[in-house]
């Protein structure tokens, strides 16, 4: 069975960092490829990056040098490491990957930003 569960969330002020993470379990972890995605209140989901097995890395525009993806392989965990944090940040915030033809979602965590 697939799980993903995300922790890390909570309130914190604009500037400052948070660092969320996604733990996988019944999948191969090293060798698929895991994303970040966001949902504002009112807004739709969007993509905020994604990191391949190898641990190449792509960014949406809008968080772009403030954001970084990275994995432990040991650790079945995907990490989203936030700095310079904006009110417009503020969203649900879900890991996602793919094994075989179905796609899995965690739960999501709250990140909210104050300014």
């Known amino acids: 069975q697939v799980q993903l569960v995300e922790s890390g969330g909570g309130l914190v002020q604009a500037g400052k960092s948070l660092r969320l993470s996604c733990a996988a379990s019944?999948?191969?972890?090293?060798?698929?490829?895991m994303g970040w995605y966001r949902q504002a209140p009112g807004k739709q989901r969007e993509l905020v990056g994604t990191?391949?097995?190898?641990?190449?890395?792509n960014y949406a525009d809008s968080v772009k040098g403030r954001f970084t993806i990275s994995r432990d392989n040991a650790k079945n965990t995907v990490y989203l490491q936030m700095n310079s944090l904006k009110p417009e940040d503020t969203a649900v915030y879900y890991c996602r990957t793919t094994w075989g033809i179905r796609e899995y979602w965690g739960q999501g965590t709250q990140v909210t930003v104050s300014s």
């Open positions: 990191i391949t097995g190898g641990g190449s890395t």
């Open positions: 019944g999948i191969m972890f090293r060798i698929v490829a």
